[in-house]
């Protein structure tokens, strides 16, 4: 298996405007390879526009409203070295070019280079609830590949962590999920 790591990629649109997507990055040797899902936005940027800016947050805010649809407006600043934008608060990011595209029915692949990396603010330690809603946000994305059963015993278990270990962002997160879940169609459950 591969080492995955959760980011929140920055792609710019049509448009010249940013759009915000958690995405987890696999490594392969001194590359990161971007593979997102077949149709998305992020799929469709990279395809015109090869560049985009790796964020690495604590803030799982951004992760949980981007899955929930809850929000996507996360504040971003210019690039440094690549036409495109980074999120405003993240502890570090890397800016990336494309330098290959694998092609596949359903996910695509992007290896690519960095070309800038940059740290913004220092990490603090590990926080198991934001771990917690990381990964609830995955497994929300992931409602129409899961079981439901599946997904529901995930939350249960995830939910412990954030009651005994969350700040009010981890929370406000886990609300957003747990809203998102309920009101789901019930085949999406």
Known sequence: M????ESILVTMGTDGQAH????????RGDRLVIAPFR?????ANLERHPFASACYTVDVRVFAGCVTGRRRDWPV????????FRLADCLAHEELEVVAVEPDELRPRFPSRVVHAAQHAPFLGFNRARHAVLEAAILLSRRHLLPTREIEDGLGRLRVLVDKTAGEAEREAWGWIEEA??????ERR
């Open 181 to 186: 879940w309920r009101s789901a169609p019930p």
């Open 20 to 27: 915000v997507a958690p995405l987890g990055l696999i490594e």
């Open 39 to 43: 149709p998305s936005t992020t799929l």
């Open 77 to 84: 600043v210019p690039a440094e070295r690549i036409r495109g």
């Open 2 to 5: 591969p080492f995955v790591r």
